[in-house]
């Protein structure tokens, strides 16, 4: 998993009919407790707001994150940090 | 998921029966609202055009957003960012 | 599979249910024996600990390892290194 | 999917059965047009030769491509480019 | 895939069950013939050693390569390049 900090929120309105709903988080990717300039786009799946620390999980594993299980999502927020 | 502007169209007219049919778009890949050096190709399955900005579903996935989810496809645009 | 030095532990008490009792350890990366300056975060499997030297899998695989082979994790610790 | 040039054939005799007769091309990727220092393996699907410009499938969705689905396979080349 | 030389062998006494047999050799990746200074860690299927020059087949698909398809693994070795 990668570990980050949700820097802002993307809106798409015309989109695949199985992501309606979803929330695309925009997070920058931490190392070790540093920041880094790396980012990636993922769905949230546990109420995470803008600046919070989250876990992230990437691939087709982040799909089981999902109510729909079958919609087209390779990042879902899993966790908050402490 | 990855953000990005749409580039270019790539023609293939020798390619896999099941991807006949496919618009091939190479996409230059966002960070943050910047662009970056990053570019890949990602199968459109929402109507986007040149310059538009869009998300990138990657991996297995990527073929849960096409009509034929058997395509050897690893990367779909799956909205267009507004 | 990855290899590397365990180098702390994240806690997240707001998290995905399947998700619930994984221990999220933050792993830095080796490459033929040095310290790189990559990290990620992976489940344990093994019972490792803060400074042990393991092996890490990643992507779908890594969810054979878990005993909840649904949870939307990514990377595991397979093997504690001799 | 990527891009790239096809520039040589790697020859192993001693391989998995389930790619006896798979041809295996060393493609230099390009990004937006212009080639990069980034090579990769791919099993052809669609009769590519040296120095064609190909478009590659990677990751589990490459086996799609091939004739046998289980070989063990990360990328395959699914499109000559025109 | 990848290609790589065969650099070291990594003993893991304490690991997961279904990795039991496995033998892990560290490999360092090759692009267009020369040498990198990256590197993985591969199980091999094909009876490779030391120094050897390899094709790697990563992901998902690395598991077909092997007699337990189950196992936590994402990088098998699956050819000796001649």
Same mark, same amino acid.
């Given at each position: 998993? %990668?570990?980050?900090?949700?820097?802002?929120? =993307? @809106?798409?309105?015309?989109?695949? &009919?199985?992501?309606?709903? /979803?929330?695309?988080? #925009?997070?920058?990717?931490?190392?070790?407790? *540093? %920041?880094? &300039? *790396?980012?990636?786009?993922? @769905? &949230? /799946?546990?109420?995470?707001? =803008?600046? #919070? *620390? +989250?876990? =992230?999980?990437?691939?087709?594993?982040?799909?089981?994150? %999902?109510?729909?299980?079958?919609?087209?999502? &390779?990042?879902? =927020? +899993?966790?908050? @940090?402490?």
């Amino acid at each position: 998993m %990668l570990r980050g900090i949700i820097r802002g929120h =993307i @809106v798409s309105t015309k989109k695949q &009919d199985s992501l309606v709903g /979803s929330k695309f988080m #925009e997070v920058q990717i931490m190392k070790n407790g *540093e %920041l880094t &300039d *790396e980012y990636l786009i993922a @769905v &949230d /799946s546990v109420g995470a707001g =803008i600046n #919070e *620390e +989250v876990l =992230i999980t990437t691939g087709s594993s982040a799909r089981l994150a %999902l109510h729909n299980a079958n919609a087209p999502c &390779d990042a879902v =927020i +899993v966790g908050i @940090v402490d």
